[in-house]
């Protein structure tokens, strides 16, 4: 083996399988682009980004860890989110949340 040399599996990889997607219209109505990155509570995200804000509640961006989605000023795309795993506890981002979600696991 080469140091960094990656070893891929063959065929696709399906992120989040099985997991309950939720599809969002979101607008950006600012006049800078916003960009989220996959693991961002989407409910906390940048008030400029105009979507049903209960809907995503314990949710994010059903991307790859560690990309994004950038919003450019006047746009309007549809998005999907899973909801956040694990212990379901949220802390930081916009301080709405700060600490364990409600609404249980994989609720929204």
Do not use: C, W
Request: aromatic residues 8%; charged residues 20%; hydrophobic residues 35%.
């Amino acid at each position: 083996m080469i140091p960094g040399e990656i070893f891929p599996v063959d065929g696709e990889i399906e992120l989040n399988k099985g997991r309950p997607v939720t599809i969002l219209t979101v607008a950006n109505t600012g006049d800078r682009p916003v960009q989220v990155g996959s693991h961002y509570h989407f409910y906390e995200t940048n008030a400029a980004l105009s979507f049903d804000r209960q809907a995503a509640y314990g949710k994010r961006l059903d991307i790859a860890a560690g990309t994004a989605v950038r919003f450019e000023p006047g746009q309007s795309r549809e998005v999907a989110l899973v909801p956040v795993d694990g212990a379901r506890t949220i802390y930081g981002f916009n301080q709405k949340v700060m600490g364990t979600l409600k609404g249980g696991d994989n609720a929204g």
